[in-house]
């Protein structure tokens, strides 16, 4: 246990960090509902004394909808990133931004209603904690409107891989709603790496391995539709993070150790292949840069070594042949072929249909 970080009847001055990527038409309920609870008291033990929007590169209007709703919150403040980098930097950027004492991380969509807080900031205070996690997974979770089955059993699925490779005790660590004490955090916070969905294992383990006191918490959720991840081409990205971290931290600690576990060595291969695999039909990296003119139907993802040549796709899924764009900034279809790029099979048949001419 840490050290105590506050009596049971103290309030907890709280930055609130909500990272947004196109959150435009969610963040303004999730705004107003944050400031309506601050006003009640609905967040106490929680003093809200920052509110931080990390607009991670967003191409539709977050940033001017976050500064128009901000404004009656207390100590309201705007990040606003060049390009789009991923939940994990924008998550650091608030930490880093904040000056309160207490952070709480809360996603925009809003799936945890703000009195959620007041669970988080009395076990902090109770036990305390330096890290409280929100939690799905809990026999006392109360989940109002769920996920769609595929969502739910993947994620499930992802729990078990993260379990099983870093022993991490927790039956839900990708729930968009931490409390966190700053000071804990800051000494590990610059050396953290994974910028995207998987963000939270890694975070958990360094708070592991500091010796911070974290605690996962019941919560009432509810799933909110136009989620930000993509089961397959985000779920293998956050697979391949996990590969990654346990490379570097699990086994990096004690490798000898680690290796002579068959058990351990045998999941961490099984994962590799896994890995491997979803790669083969996941977009890369590589092509995960995107180029937006103000129209919906003109972004595009570039491809490597392919100068002006770029994927014309809807909600990034890939829908078109390869397309030229020219100095007037037009779409000019090239011969229809399919696209050579490494997708998803349910996707490739999506290919034959010509992207329109503007």
Same mark, same amino acid.
Request: one cysteine or more; hydrophobic letters at 40%; charged letters at 20%.
């Given at each position: ?117 007041? #669970? *988080?900031?009395?076990?902090? @205070? ?8 929100? /939690?799905?997974? =809990? +026999? &006392? ?122 058990? #351990? *060595?045998?999941?961490?291969? @099984? ?8 790669? /083969?039909?996941? =977009? +890369? &990296? ?73």
């Amino acid at each position: 246990m840490g050290p105590p970080l506050g009596n049971p009847g103290s309030l907890l001055e709280t930055a609130i960090v909500i990272p947004a990527y196109n959150e435009a038409l969610r963040l303004p309920a999730t705004l107003q509902a944050l400031a309506e609870a601050e006003r009640n008291g609905v967040v106490r033990p929680l003093s809200v004394t920052e509110v931080i929007v990390v607009d991670d590169g967003s191409r539709d209007d977050t940033k001017g909808v976050a500064q128009q709703y901000g404004m009656n919150l207390p100590g309201f403040k705007l990040i606003s990133g060049d390009k789009n980098r991923g939940k994990g930097h924008a998550v650091r950027a608030g930490l880093s931004e904040a000056k309160a004492p207490w952070v709480l991380v809360a996603d925009a969509d809003m799936s945890a209603a703000w009195d959620q807080a007041s #669970r *988080l900031a009395h076990s902090c @205070l109770t036990h305390s904690a330096q890290i409280v996690i929100g /939690s799905r997974g =809990l +026999p &006392e979770s109360d989940i109002k409107v769920h996920q769609s089955p595929i969502r739910e059993n993947l994620g499930r699925f992802f729990n078990v891989w993260v379990r099983l490779l870093t022993r991490l005790p927790f039956k839900d660590t990708q729930c968009g709603f931490k409390l966190i004490h700053r000071a804990s955090v800051l000494p590990f916070l610059s050396r953290l790496e994974i910028n995207g969905f998987a963000w939270d294992v890694e975070f958990l383990l360094f708070g592991r391995e500091a010796g911070l006191t974290i605690m996962e918490v019941p919560i009432v959720w509810e799933h909110k539709e136009t989620s930000r991840v993509h089961p397959i081409w985000d779920g293998s990205r956050m697979l391949l993070s996990l590969l990654k971290i346990t490379l570097k931290h699990t086994l990096g600690v004690n490798a000898r150790k680690q290796i002579r576990n068959p058990y #351990r *060595l045998l999941s961490l291969l @099984l994962l590799g292949l896994l890995c491997l695999g979803l790669a /083969s039909v996941a =977009l +890369p &990296e590589e092509i995960s840069h995107f180029l937006y003119d103000g129209d919906e139907d003109d972004a595009a993802i570039s491809v490597p070594g392919r100068p002006n040549v770029y994927i014309q796709h809807d909600d990034f899924a890939p829908v078109a042949v390869l397309i030229h764009r020219t100095p007037e900034a037009r779409w000019v279809p090239l011969v229809p072929q399919r696209v050579r790029v490494p997708i998803s099979p349910p996707l490739r048949t999506r290919l034959t249909r010509s992207p329109p001419v503007h």
